[in-house]
């Protein structure tokens, strides 16, 4: 097959297509910058349906890579780098959430970003050839490319529109991803050396790495993933990064980008050092726990409401880390589950926040106050996504977070978790109870009680708070859905990464029982 | 110990004691001379090396054209002899130090060296050492590709040395 | 009388050097306009380069040893011509700007890539030795080249002195070579050497290390960079911090891996060392500058280090192959990218010597993009982030350092980049995140210079399989 045509490399590179159109058309034109921009993202997201489910080139049934895109690419002087894409059912829901999302972020910019707005949707392009590229590379070098990749465009978004402190939170968003990944750089090089190729479907295959070896390996690759998901302690970029990221930025950060680095943990560090996993299985899972409660506990210290749900986000992911850990099927498909659940939830609720934002230019809740009546859609919409957000069941959250729970628990029983126990799940359910407190703390703060002075405050420069417009709805109607729909039928989605992730959990119990 | 020793010894103490002059002493004219002295003892090293080509060339080029042009620049461009400044800065104690270490370093090094012992080998009879160069200076066998890189290397330095010292029109 | 093998082996060179001496007297008394002796450079420097890459492939020895010509010299002589290229057209409107257009600068320059092919070439200490000085004098002038200007003439001088003395140090050191083993060519040294005592010997080689250490800006013996990489005119301060750092790490690669392999035990861990302190300090005192050119200095120092630590495995013949193969692309990706830094910055720079801070660089993209977006692509390939050809660069790198088993060291060289990447993105910031205003001289070969560096910066990065290929062939006769 042609080299473009392979459906991966044109779902991938495709926004870069729209990256060179949007080079063409003049920085004054802003509203054909940014149709442009919308109808290439969303093209990609046809494309992506195209390719997973129209095409019937993917079968979901099938728990391999599959759409491999294989060719040799540096094969000169020992080295043996190829281009290597495919997905499988670990990466689809990924794939689709990052081409869900970026035409969503592109519609919230519509009146948000006023400023340079050709650099803009270049940058976004951008980004999400390299979040798409992160997700399907199979070859080590190609995706250390992509990973790092990523970080330059985010760089931007946050550094160039982004609050008053952007440089400081876009320096420090930079320097810890990075810091993190030139470890995982050395670990990189010595598997590629020592294996002789860098496909990781290879090495998986190969094996064989000396078990003191493994643990610094994973270490390595740990502490690139560790830092972008982040783990608590290794969060403190995180609530500097939203803060100061525009909105759009701030949803692709929370729905995709914290993604990466539990991603990379499922995709690599478990298959590829799964003796160091086993090992590792009680420490992640305390880091997690404790992420979990710390990030709840700080949330609700918070009254700035992006830093709330930046806190949030911790806690949130605290659960897909456990989840991950468990290393039995419910754990690793709830974590997976809940990976898009969180980005859908998490999007959506920056996105409503930037939507208040725009008309009201501050992010302190305090100052909020009997919303309700003044804009009914804009509550409904903000309760259901918090709502989803705290893990209310018939809503996605609580899907996720249960099968996470029930994973904890059986790995609690059959000793993954050592000394851990069930301990790990049973402090965790706390988690879900602190997140009803800290979310609905927040939404009454906003739309109960009196009116706040910031309906006041607006109305001195001449115009009052107004509802949610069409557009603004239609950018937060696909999520909306999505929370239902996962909430209450999920196992169209179970049954797309199912053989996959049990796959992984299988070689992966043979491979404890081989240890003990 | 044998005569070549003490001469050595001699010539080393000479030539020491008048560098130490030639860094130390405020008079430039002084200085100049005191870098005869240096140069001329090493000559007389060479000679006792059995290198006699060398230490002719030595006096004849450093003390006959280069230290005098010394002399004659002091005289032409200062109008006083004596230099006023201040001999030491502050950091002299450190530059000290560091030269005593690398020094005491490196007889500490050498001094574990076998080859002091060594007799050196004897000149075939009839080598004639001016000869043996100057086939050396110009035979592809030898050293013929250097000797030429030199004169590239010498007319490079010429032309850059024109171009720092030359007063062109209008400039001050 | 020399064979013709003895002239095919020098060809480059010698045709070079005439060209240099005819270019002097044509510039001399022909020549009117003086850009025309920049074509004519820049001429001369191209048939070199056919003829140079004619030679690929070639191996020979010539001149009784004193030279060779193998894939190691084509490579870097290839390199020098390139960057002697590049040097010319970063003078070409740059000389006019500052008022300093005279012919003699091409020919120095000329001259002065003659003495580092000839250096990439030398099998002898003692054509090291002059080719070395031959590399070095034009490069004195050329530093004080802008006479009227005070920074320029002291650029010169401390380059001057400070090299001066650190050819002392070689000369002392290849004296006490050849007292130890007799001989001044490098494999003959290195056939005495594994019979003698190897006291002298190792002193000698550490004498030698110092020696070129000053050329190559390493730690502790780069005190002389910022002053003079600040001080010279822009310019030469390009073609200075590649030319010169490629023929000193060539020439010392060539000498230590042909001829002091029995002492790499001791050299080792001295290399070691030296590479480990010259990327820490380099790296954390360049966060400090507010200067361009002094960061990019110090940023040069850094990247001495990195390159330093390809010698550090010279001595173990399994994986020296690919460290020097690992070095050879690095040198490439750096002569690439520095060039391309240094045109921006001759791009933002005014005749009063105005626009030479990093807070110069404020908006610069909001002005011109493609400058903004070369100069970032630049940074990014110093600090070694992809896509840019500085990453494929210390990919190569730490693999032949980890493959050699000196994990500790890549340890130190990521976290050195990881801390460089601070200062380079300060200039990021500036161009990006924050509002200023700046002239900016257009000039076609300037222009066509950064421009090519940028697209060769990504381009190579994604296709760099040619260049690995070429560097791994271009091993040691």
Same mark, same amino acid.
């Given at each position: 097959?042609?080299?473009?045509?392979?459906?991966?490399?044109?779902?991938?590179?495709?926004?870069?297509?729209?990256?060179?159109?949007?080079?063409?058309?003049?920085?004054?034109?802003?509203?054909?910058?940014?149709?442009?921009?919308?109808?290439?993202?969303?093209?990609?997201?046809?494309?992506?349906?195209?390719?997973?489910?129209?095409?019937?080139?993917?079968?979901?049934?099938?728990?391999?890579?599959?759409?491999?895109?294989?060719?040799?690419?540096?094969?000169?002087?020992?080295?043996?780098?190829?281009?290597?894409?495919?997905?499988?059912?670990?990466?689809?829901?990924?794939?689709?959430?990052?081409?869900?999302?970026?035409?969503?972020?592109?519609?919230?910019?519509?009146?948000?970003?006023?400023?340079?707005?050709?650099?803009?949707?270049?940058?976004?392009?951008?980004?999400?050839?390299?979040?798409?590229?992160?997700?399907?590379?199979?070859?080590?070098?190609?995706?250390?490319?992509?990973?790092?990749?990523?970080?330059?465009?985010?760089?931007?978004?946050?550094?160039?529109?982004?609050?008053?402190?952007?440089?400081?939170?876009?320096?420090?968003?930079?320097?810890?991803?990075?810091?993190?990944?030139?470890?995982?750089?050395?670990?990189?090089?010595?598997?590629?050396?020592?294996?002789?190729?860098?496909?990781?479907?290879?090495?998986?295959?190969?094996?064989?790495?000396?078990?003191?070896?493994?643990?610094?390996?994973?270490?390595?690759?740990?502490?690139?993933?560790?830092?972008?998901?982040?783990?608590?302690?290794?969060?403190?970029?995180?609530?500097?990064?939203?803060?100061?990221? =525009?909105?759009? #930025?701030?949803?692709? &950060?929370?729905?995709? $980008?914290?993604?990466? %680095?539990?991603? @990379?943990?499922?995709? /690599?560090?478990?298959?590829?050092?799964?003796?160091?996993?086993?090992?590792?299985?009680?420490?992640?899972?305390?880091?997690?726990?404790?992420?979990?409660?710390?990030?709840?506990?700080?949330?609700?210290?918070?009254?700035?409401?992006?830093?709330?749900?930046?806190?949030?986000?911790?806690?949130?992911?605290?659960?897909?880390?456990?989840?991950?850990?468990?290393?039995?099927?419910?754990?690793?498909?709830?974590?997976?589950?809940?990976?898009?659940?969180?980005?859908?939830?998490?999007?959506?609720?920056?996105?409503?926040?930037?939507?208040?934002?725009?008309?009201?230019?501050?992010?302190?809740?305090?100052?909020?106050?009997?919303?309700?009546?003044?804009? =009914?859609?804009? #509550?409904?919409?903000? &309760?259901?996504?918090? $709502?989803?957000?705290? %893990?209310?069941? @018939?809503?996605?959250? /609580?899907?996720?977070?249960?099968?996470?729970?029930?994973?904890?628990?059986?790995?609690?029983?059959?000793?993954?978790?050592?000394?851990?126990?069930?301990?790990?799940?049973?402090?965790?359910?706390?988690?879900?109870?602190?997140?009803?407190?800290?979310?609905?703390?927040?939404?009454?703060?906003?739309?109960?009680?009196?009116?706040?002075?910031?309906?006041?405050?607006?109305?001195?420069?001449?115009?009052?708070?107004?509802?949610?417009?069409?557009?603004?709805?239609?950018?937060?109607?696909?999520?909306?859905?999505?929370?239902?729909?996962?909430?209450?039928?999920?196992?169209?989605?179970?049954?797309?990464?199912?053989?996959?992730?049990?796959?992984?959990?299988?070689?992966?119990?043979?491979?404890? &029982?081989?240890?003990? | 110990?044998?005569?070549?020793?003490?001469?050595?010894?001699?010539?080393?103490?000479?030539?020491?004691?008048?560098?130490?002059?030639?860094?130390?002493?405020?008079?430039?004219?002084?200085?100049?001379?005191?870098?005869?002295?240096?140069?001329?003892?090493?000559?007389?090293?060479?000679?006792?090396?059995?290198?006699?080509?060398?230490?002719?060339?030595?006096?004849?080029?450093?003390?006959?054209?280069?230290?005098?042009?010394?002399?004659?620049?002091?005289?032409?461009?200062?109008?006083?002899?004596?230099?006023?400044?201040?001999?030491?800065?502050?950091?002299?104690?450190?530059?000290?130090?560091?030269?005593?270490?690398?020094?005491?370093?490196?007889?500490?090094?050498?001094?574990?060296?076998?080859?002091?012992?060594?007799?050196?080998?004897?000149?075939?009879?009839?080598?004639?050492?001016?000869?043996?160069?100057?086939?050396?200076?110009?035979?592809?066998?030898?050293?013929?590709?250097?000797?030429?890189?030199?004169?590239?290397?010498?007319?490079?330095?010429?032309?850059?040395?024109?171009?720092?010292?030359?007063?062109?029109?209008?400039?001050? | 009388?020399?064979?013709?093998?003895?002239?095919?082996?020098?060809?480059?060179?010698?045709?070079?050097?005439?060209?240099?001496?005819?270019?002097?007297?044509?510039?001399?008394?022909?020549?009117?306009?003086?850009?025309?002796?920049?074509?004519?450079?820049?001429?001369?420097?191209?048939?070199?380069?056919?003829?140079?890459?004619?030679?690929?492939?070639?191996?020979?020895?010539?001149?009784?040893?004193?030279?060779?010509?193998?894939?190691?010299?084509?490579?870097?002589?290839?390199?020098?011509?390139?960057?002697?290229?590049?040097?010319?057209?970063?003078?070409?409107?740059?000389?006019?700007?500052?008022?300093?257009?005279?012919?003699?600068?091409?020919?120095?320059?000329?001259?002065?890539?003659?003495?580092?092919?000839?250096?990439?070439?030398?099998?002898?200490?003692?054509?090291?030795?002059?080719?070395?000085?031959?590399?070095?004098?034009?490069?004195?002038?050329?530093?004080?080249?802008?006479?009227?200007?005070?920074?320029?003439?002291?650029?010169?001088?401390?380059?001057?002195?400070?090299?001066?003395?650190?050819?002392?140090?070689?000369?002392?050191?290849?004296?006490?070579?050849?007292?130890?083993?007799?001989?001044?060519?490098?494999?003959?040294?290195?056939?005495?050497?594994?019979?003698?005592?190897?006291?002298?010997?190792?002193?000698?080689?550490?004498?030698?290390?110092?020696?070129?250490?000053?050329?190559?800006?390493?730690?502790?013996?780069?005190?002389?960079?910022?002053?003079?990489?600040?001080?010279?005119?822009?310019?030469?301060?390009?073609?200075?911090?590649?030319?010169?750092?490629?023929?000193?790490?060539?020439?010392?690669?060539?000498?230590?891996?042909?001829?002091?392999?029995?002492?790499?035990?001791?050299?080792?861990?001295?290399?070691?060392?030296?590479?480990?302190?010259?990327?820490?300090?380099?790296?954390?005192?360049?966060?400090?500058?507010?200067?361009?050119?002094?960061?990019?200095?110090?940023?040069?120092?850094?990247?001495?280090?990195?390159?330093?630590?390809?010698?550090?495995?010279?001595?173990?013949?399994?994986?020296?192959?690919?460290?020097?193969?690992?070095?050879?692309?690095?040198?490439?990706?750096?002569?690439?990218?520095?060039?391309?830094?240094?045109?921006?910055?001759?791009?933002?720079?005014?005749?009063?010597?105005?626009?030479?801070?990093?807070?110069?660089?404020?908006?610069?993209?909001?002005?011109?993009?493609?400058?903004?977006?070369?100069?970032?692509?630049?940074?990014?390939?110093?600090?070694?982030?992809?896509?840019?050809?500085?990453?494929?660069?210390?990919?190569?790198?730490?693999?032949?350092?980890?493959?050699?088993?000196?994990?500790?060291?890549?340890?130190?060289?990521?976290?050195?980049?990881?801390?460089?990447?601070?200062?380079?993105?300060?200039?990021?910031?500036?161009?990006?995140?924050?509002?200023?205003?700046?002239?900016?001289?257009?000039?076609?070969?300037?222009?066509?210079?950064?421009?090519?560096?940028?697209?060769?910066?990504?381009?190579?990065?994604?296709?760099?399989?040619?260049?690995?290929?070429?560097?791994?062939?271009?091993?040691?006769?």
């Amino acid at each position: 097959m042609n080299f473009f045509t392979e459906p991966l490399t044109l779902l991938t590179f495709f926004p870069l297509l729209g990256v060179l159109l949007l080079l063409f058309i003049p920085g004054g034109q802003k509203n054909a910058l940014r149709w442009t921009a919308l109808a290439v993202s969303l093209i990609t997201f046809v494309i992506s349906l195209w390719v997973f489910f129209l095409s019937g080139l993917y079968d979901a049934s099938n728990p391999d890579l599959q759409l491999v895109a294989r060719h040799p690419w540096i094969q000169v002087a020992g080295w043996n780098i190829e281009y290597h894409l495919a997905a499988d059912g670990l990466s689809i829901l990924l794939i689709l959430l990052t081409t869900l999302l970026t035409p969503i972020s592109i519609l919230s910019t519509w009146t948000a970003v006023e400023e340079r707005v050709k650099e803009f949707m270049v940058f976004f392009l951008l980004l999400e050839t390299g979040m798409l590229g992160v997700f399907v590379a199979q070859d080590l070098f190609l995706f250390y490319i992509f990973w790092e990749f990523t970080l330059v465009p985010m760089y931007f978004l946050i550094g160039i529109w982004g609050g008053p402190r952007r440089i400081y939170a876009a320096l420090k968003f930079f320097l810890y991803t990075m810091a993190g990944s030139i470890l995982m750089l050395l670990a990189i090089l010595w598997l590629g050396i020592q294996g002789g190729t860098f496909s990781v479907p290879q090495l998986i295959e190969q094996g064989g790495i000396p078990a003191n070896i493994q643990w610094w390996l994973f270490i390595a690759f740990a502490a690139a993933f560790a830092i972008k998901v982040p783990m608590w302690p290794l969060h403190s970029w995180l609530p500097d990064a939203h803060v100061e990221a =525009p909105t759009a #930025g701030s949803v692709i &950060l929370a729905g995709v $980008l914290l993604k990466l %680095g539990t991603y @990379g943990f499922v995709r /690599f560090n478990i298959p590829l050092f799964p003796e160091a996993t086993l090992k590792a299985a009680p420490w992640i899972a305390l880091l997690a726990t404790i992420g979990i409660i710390y990030g709840a506990a700080v949330s609700y210290a918070q009254t700035d409401i992006k830093k709330l749900v930046a806190y949030s986000s911790v806690s949130h992911l605290g659960f897909v880390m456990l989840g991950l850990f468990a290393l039995n099927p419910e754990g690793l498909a709830g974590a997976i589950l809940q990976m898009i659940n969180h980005g859908i939830s998490t999007g959506a609720l920056f996105l409503l926040v930037g939507m208040i934002y725009e008309q009201t230019h501050t992010r302190e809740f305090k100052v909020y106050g009997g919303l309700w009546k003044l804009m =009914p859609v804009f #509550g409904t919409l903000y &309760l259901i996504v918090s $709502l989803s957000s705290m %893990g209310l069941p @018939g809503l996605n959250g /609580f899907v996720g977070e249960f099968t996470i729970l029930l994973g904890a628990w059986g790995a609690g029983q059959s000793g993954v978790f050592y000394w851990g126990g069930v301990w790990f799940a049973a402090i965790s359910a706390l988690g879900v109870i602190m997140a009803a407190i800290y979310i609905l703390y927040m939404f009454q703060k906003m739309f109960m009680g009196p009116q706040g002075e910031v309906v006041d405050e607006v109305k001195k420069h001449g115009h009052s708070l107004r509802d949610l417009n069409w557009r603004e709805i239609a950018v937060i109607a696909p999520l909306i859905l999505l929370i239902f729909w996962i909430g209450l039928y999920p196992a169209p989605f179970f049954d797309l990464m199912a053989p996959s992730v049990n796959k992984l959990a299988e070689t992966f119990s043979a491979a404890a &029982l081989a240890l003990r | 110990m044998t005569a070549a020793q003490i001469i050595f010894l001699i010539t080393a103490a000479v030539i020491l004691g008048s560098a130490f002059m030639v860094v130390t002493t405020k008079n430039l004219v002084h200085a100049a001379l005191w870098l005869i002295v240096t140069l001329f003892g090493a000559a007389v090293l060479f000679a006792t090396l059995n290198a006699g080509f060398i230490a002719v060339v030595q006096v004849v080029i450093y003390i006959g054209a280069i230290a005098i042009l010394f002399i004659f620049a002091v005289m032409l461009t200062r109008r006083s002899m004596t230099d006023t400044g201040p001999g030491l800065n502050r950091g002299w104690w450190l530059s000290a130090a560091i030269a005593l270490l690398t020094f005491g370093g490196l007889v500490w090094l050498v001094s574990g060296w076998g080859g002091f012992t060594k007799a050196a080998p004897a000149y075939p009879s009839g080598f004639d050492a001016v000869a043996a160069l100057a086939h050396a200076l110009v035979s592809p066998e030898a050293f013929v590709l250097p000797f030429e890189v030199a004169s590239v290397l010498l007319l490079a330095a010429l032309v850059g040395a024109v171009y720092i010292a030359f007063q062109r029109k209008g400039e001050e | 009388m020399p064979q013709p093998q003895d002239y095919q082996t020098l060809l480059p060179v010698i045709v070079l050097a005439v060209w240099a001496c005819a270019l002097l007297l044509l510039d001399s008394f022909l020549i009117q306009r003086k850009g025309l002796t920049a074509c004519l450079a820049a001429a001369g420097l191209a048939i070199t380069l056919g003829l140079t890459l004619s030679q690929i492939g070639r191996s020979s020895s010539g001149f009784s040893g004193m030279v060779v010509l193998d894939g190691f010299s084509t490579f870097i002589n290839a390199l020098q011509l390139v960057s002697g290229l590049l040097g010319v057209a970063l003078a070409y409107a740059y000389v006019k700007r500052m008022g300093i257009e005279r012919g003699e600068y091409y020919t120095l320059l000329l001259f002065s890539v003659v003495g580092m092919m000839l250096m990439a070439q030398a099998t002898d200490l003692i054509v090291v030795f002059i080719a070395l000085e031959m590399l070095s004098i034009p490069l004195y002038v050329l530093a004080a080249f802008n006479r009227t200007q005070a920074a320029s003439e002291e650029a010169g001088l401390k380059y001057f002195l400070l090299g001066a003395f650190s050819t002392g140090f070689l000369v002392y050191g290849i004296t006490l070579v050849y007292g130890a083993t007799a001989s001044t060519n490098l494999s003959a040294i290195f056939a005495a050497a594994s019979s003698t005592s190897n006291l002298l010997l190792t002193i000698g080689a550490a004498l030698i290390l110092v020696g070129f250490g000053f050329k190559v800006a390493v730690v502790p013996f780069h005190m002389w960079t910022p002053d003079v990489y600040q001080g010279a005119p822009t310019a030469v301060t390009g073609f200075m911090s590649s030319g010169a750092k490629i023929a000193g790490f060539a020439a010392l690669l060539r000498v230590f891996a042909t001829a002091f392999p029995a002492i790499a035990a001791d050299m080792t861990d001295i290399l070691w060392a030296l590479a480990a302190v010259t990327m820490i300090l380099g790296n954390l005192v360049a966060i400090s500058q507010t200067d361009i050119k002094r960061m990019l200095a110090y940023s040069s120092i850094a990247h001495a280090g990195y390159i330093l630590m390809a010698f550090v495995p010279y001595g173990n013949p399994a994986v020296a192959p690919v460290s020097i193969a690992a070095g050879l692309f690095y040198l490439a990706a750096y002569v690439i990218t520095n060039f391309g830094a240094w045109g921006v910055v001759i791009a933002l720079e005014q005749p009063d010597g105005k626009g030479l801070q990093i807070s110069d660089y404020s908006g610069l993209f909001w002005r011109k993009r493609g400058l903004a977006v070369a100069m970032t692509v630049f940074m990014l390939s110093l600090i070694g982030f992809p896509p840019t050809i500085g990453m494929v660069g210390k990919f190569y790198l730490f693999r032949a350092i980890i493959d050699g088993g000196f994990t500790g060291l890549a340890i130190i060289g990521v976290i050195a980049s990881l801390v460089s990447a601070f200062y380079y993105l300060r200039v990021v910031v500036n161009m990006f995140m924050r509002e200023g205003e700046q002239k900016i001289e257009r000039e076609f070969w300037l222009d066509l210079t950064w421009g090519a560096a940028a697209f060769l910066t990504v381009a190579i990065s994604l296709a760099p399989g040619w260049l690995f290929y070429l560097a791994s062939a271009a091993g040691l006769r």
